[in-house]
């Protein structure tokens, strides 16, 4: 079982930055691929970012790729997710999600994520 807390969400203009953290516990951290999504009004949730659980692998969409970074720190078991250079196409609800390390963590698709964090409000005006 996995349990997702996600913070640190909030309003900023474009151009600016914003760090989401979530705070995960699992005894299987060393077996979980960690992503981040988000979902925008009336629009699908779409996978942003994953990491694998030795941080050696990471993938971004290209919308975000050069602008945002995910990152996990096992000694405070939370996840991050750095963005800069917001624009409004950023506006979104944010989770971040987890499911089990199989063969790698190279599928970064919702119905793959069976844990999921209650998500945090990015709003970027312009």
């Known amino acids: 079982q996995v349990q997702l807390v996600e913070s640190g969400g909030g309003s900023v203009q474009a151009g600016g930055s914003l760090r989401l953290s979530c705070k995960f516990s699992?005894?299987?951290?060393?077996?979980?691929?960690m992503a981040w999504f988000r979902q925008a009004p009336g629009k699908e949730r779409e996978g942003v970012a994953q990491?694998?659980?030795?941080?050696?692998?990471?993938y971004y969409i290209a919308s975000v790729k050069g602008r945002f970074t995910i990152s996990q720190d096992y000694t405070k078991n939370a996840l991050y997710l750095q963005m800069s250079s917001l624009t409004s196409e950023d506006t979104a609800m944010y989770y971040c999600g987890a499911r089990a390390w199989d063969s790698g963590c190279t599928v970064l698709a919702e119905p793959a994520f069976p844990y999921w964090g209650q998500g945090t409000q990015v709003t970027v005006s312009s």
């Open positions: 990491i694998s659980p030795d941080g050696g692998y990471t």
């Open positions: 699992t005894k299987a951290y060393s077996k979980t691929c």
